[in-house]
């Protein structure tokens, strides 16, 4: 019986052993240490996952924008050779027919050369004497000069050696061919010179930052140009051997390597350009482009110390309070729940349409594209822009432009199947996605639907509104093949929508977007235009058809940039206008114009009427009258002798409301004038609502003139309705004798043209004011 009696014990020494070793292992405190290790592991984990993907992420990112670079530098490069070579040729072609040097003020004449603001073109005879050249001070001798030395022995393309200009200073390249005589003897070059600076001028500092490189270098290992941030520089020999065995493996991406010239880490991509003996090279700061991410990573990092001091304190707390707050922590994490969904629903919809926000959609995209390519199938991306959006928001308010987007939202929803997907963006910008596509008819069809479905008329607070659509649409994979490629494909096309006219679609092209990156590239120079004291003001005046007396003149706006020199009206305007710093641009021109007049009343200068056009989204924006009276009143400009020149086409948008903006305008005493007379076919009888001063006649009536045809009699005919309103008529653009006097026999009152001055600086019409006489504004 003994043994029976220890067994009995030993067993139930061992069942309450494991009993209490099971109760330790089971109790809150310990539960919860294990827990928090657990999360604390999650936590780092979690954290060290989020650095890794966001390195890698930066770093293809890198490499890949260095390739897009890459690409649109080559391009530039080889456009500009391509274009010097064929100057080349034109002028040796032109030498050979003629057998003389003067050839080059002929094709100079005629247009065919390149700018002389950036390049210079020579002809040098076989003794190295330059005979002509389009620089007049370029009279050197360039024997000796490997750029002529070389063309001895051979007759092709040739890039020389890049030196230092000793005028200015400047790094400047040189490109020749060979002349030769009948006989196929050496007779000299002709030689193309170019500012350095203008091969690096596309150096953005906002996207390549101060460390990054765009550069050309010969395949001899020497830069031809360099620049670095703000820094160009040419002539420098390296070790290319890197960035040739780059160039052999014809790498679509960049490679990230220290530069040999500089000692930077750079993601470098090097192109050799087909046909010519040099290549190019574009790099990034690995340290500038990836400051970013190196920041998130240590924000990664705080918030998970911070995350697991608060879990070490919140198991310190919980440790304590054990079975008392268990209850407590059920409810806490019930509301915990609760509240998680909640943020993760207002994280991924937008408030104001409930659609799928930015954050969504782009996951969203991304799961699609994936699919797309693992089935072989294609996707279709369309970007929405209301049209006049912010005309809406602020005639109507806020309030009626958020109405708007909830009514819009539901008509894309109706316009869509169940597995397409519409998102806002923010504003008024909407996206749609259209998965499972075979091919773009469907991505058409969808968007002709979503027109007419916009089309239909809006109530908004009473009122009864129209409104439009531009759509663009990008197709993987044709026009990308990720989220972020697709998504600016659809922006860039939608832009080309809206530039067509607003109120229908484009597919996306590469053609759209060179389009799109050169007005990018514009409207951010044209940004820094202003600050940069980068506009002029010229003035051409208007003269009285029977004495020639100057009766007034019209301020013309110009803009000299310090790298593209002057630039277009035409080519700069209409991006003012889309981009709405026409506003601004417009107040410096009134405000300019009005001092200058001033101070040449206060010269005791005659005082002249002085013209300033206005612009569709000047003539509509709400401050244009408060604007206008702070002006005159800062600039001491009487009122009477400034005239608005309002096109003819604006007029047409709304007569009811610009009536009325008309006659608040002359409540404050400036002159108005209809410019581009009689091409928009408003009817006389609409004219005669517009309390107009004078009527400009649009200039294409005038250029035509035949006195035997029906340009003549059109003339006549729309001279002659100017003058049944009661109207000063004066006519645009008169640049012969002839012009001038069909006008006096058609009794027009003025005109302005080049044929009466070309547009002058501030000063040249003070000397001409001064030496002309001018009729009184009453005469």
Not at 447 to 461: E, G, W, Y
Request: include cysteine.
């Amino acid at each position: 019986m003994e043994p029976s009696f220890n067994l009995d014990a030993a067993s139930r020494n061992a069942t309450a052993f494991l009993s209490r070793s099971s109760s330790r292992v089971l109790a809150p405190h310990v539960i919860l240490r294990f827990l928090a290790i657990l999360l604390l592991l999650a936590i780092w984990g979690t954290t060290l996952g989020f650095i890794n993907s966001a390195s890698e992420i930066a770093e293809r990112t890198a490499a890949t924008s260095t390739g897009r670079l890459a690409d649109i530098y080559e391009a530039q490069v080889a456009r500009a050779l391509r274009e010097i070579d064929q100057t080349l040729r034109v002028v040796k072609y032109a030498h050979d027919m003629r057998g003389n040097d003067a050839v080059l003020q002929e094709l100079q004449g005629k247009g065919l050369l390149l700018p002389n603001l950036w390049f210079t073109l020579s002809i040098a005879n076989e003794h190295g004497d330059v005979v002509a050249s389009t620089n007049a001070r370029d009279q050197d001798n360039v024997t000796g000069r490997d750029y002529f030395e070389q063309q001895r022995h051979r007759d092709s393309f040739f890039v020389g050696l890049p030196d230092k200009n000793p005028d200015s200073n400047q790094w400047m390249l040189h490109f020749s061919r060979r002349l030769s005589t009948a006989d196929g003897k050496f007779s000299g070059i002709e030689l193309v010179t170019v500012f350095a600076s203008y091969f690096v001028s596309s150096y953005e500092p906002t996207e390549m930052g101060e460390h990054g490189v765009l550069g050309i270098f010969g395949l001899d290992g020497i830069f031809q140009v360099r620049r670095s941030g703000d820094i160009v520089s040419a002539g420098e020999r390296f070790n290319y051997r890197t960035l040739i065995k780059n160039l052999e493996t014809t790498q679509e991406q960049a490679t990230l390597s220290t530069n040999a010239w500089d000692g930077v880490r750079r993601y470098t991509s090097v192109r050799k350009l087909y046909g010519f003996p040099v290549a190019v090279v574009v790099g990034l700061s690995a340290k500038e482009q990836l400051a970013a991410t190196r920041r998130n990573i240590t924000i990664y990092v705080w918030r998970a110390v911070g995350a697991s001091a608060l879990l070490i304190l919140i198991v310190a707390i919980l440790d304590r309070m054990s079975r008392q707050l268990a209850l407590s922590r059920q409810r806490a994490v019930e509301e915990q729940i609760a509240h998680a969904k909640h943020v993760e629903h207002l994280a991924y919809h937008d408030s104001l349409t409930t659609l799928p926000n930015r954050s969504l959609f782009s996951k969203l995209l991304a799961q699609n594209i994936r699919q797309a390519k693992r089935n072989n199938r294609q996707l279709a991306l369309l970007f929405l822009d209301v049209d006049r959006f912010k005309q809406i928001n602020d005639t109507l308010g806020h309030e009626a432009g958020d109405q708007l987007l909830r009514e819009l939202a539901l008509r894309l929803k109706g316009c869509l199947r169940e597995s397409d997907t519409v998102a806002r963006l923010g504003g008024d910008e909407f996206v749609v996605l259209l998965p499972e596509l075979h091919d773009q008819t469907y991505a058409a069809t969808v968007a002709h639907k979503i027109l007419a479905a916009v089309a239909q008329p809006f109530s908004l607070l009473g009122q009864v509104l129209h409104v439009t659509t531009s759509i663009g649409i990008s197709t993987y994979p044709r026009a990308g093949l990720d989220e972020q490629t697709l998504t600016k494909s659809a922006d860039v096309a939608m832009y080309q929508a809206k530039a067509n006219g607003k109120n229908n679609f484009q597919f996306y092209s590469e053609e759209l977007s060179s389009t799109s990156l050169q007005r990018l590239n514009l409207e951010s120079a044209l940004r820094q235009a202003l600050n940069r004291k980068e506009f002029r003001l010229h003035y051409q005046t208007r003269q009285d058809i029977d004495t020639g007396k100057i009766t007034g003149m019209e301020a013309l706006l110009r803009w000299e940039h310090p790298d593209m020199g002057m630039v277009a009206p035409m080519q700069f305007i209409p991006v003012a206008e889309e981009s709405s710093l026409i506003v601004s641009i417009g107040k410096w021109v009134l405000r300019t114009a009005c001092f200058q007049n001033v101070a040449w009343k206060e010269q005791g200068l005659a005082p002249v009427v002085i013209a300033v056009t206005l612009t569709e989204r000047q003539f509509s924006d709400a401050n244009l009258l408060t604007d206008l009276k702070e002006i005159l009143a800062s600039t001491r400009m009487e009122a009477r002798f400034l005239e608005l020149e309002i096109s003819e086409s604006i007029l047409m948008r709304d007569i009811g409301k610009t009536v009325k903006i008309l006659e608040k305008l002359r409540e404050v005493g400036v002159r108005i004038a209809i410019d581009n007379f009689g091409i928009s076919y408003l009817s006389v009888v609409a004219q005669q609502k517009f309390p107009f001063d004078s009527i400009k006649i649009d200039q294409a009536f005038i250029h035509d003139l035949d006195h035997h045809g029906k340009t003549t009699t059109l003339t006549s005919s729309v001279i002659a309705i100017g003058k049944a309103l009661s109207s000063t008529v004066v006519a645009q653009g008169v640049e012969t004798k002839e012009q001038a006097a069909f006008l006096l026999e058609s009794a027009c009152n003025e005109y302005q043209g080049f044929y009466a001055s070309a547009p002058l600086t501030s000063d040249q019409m003070t000397e001409l004011l001064r030496a002309q006489k001018v009729l009184p504004l009453d005469s």
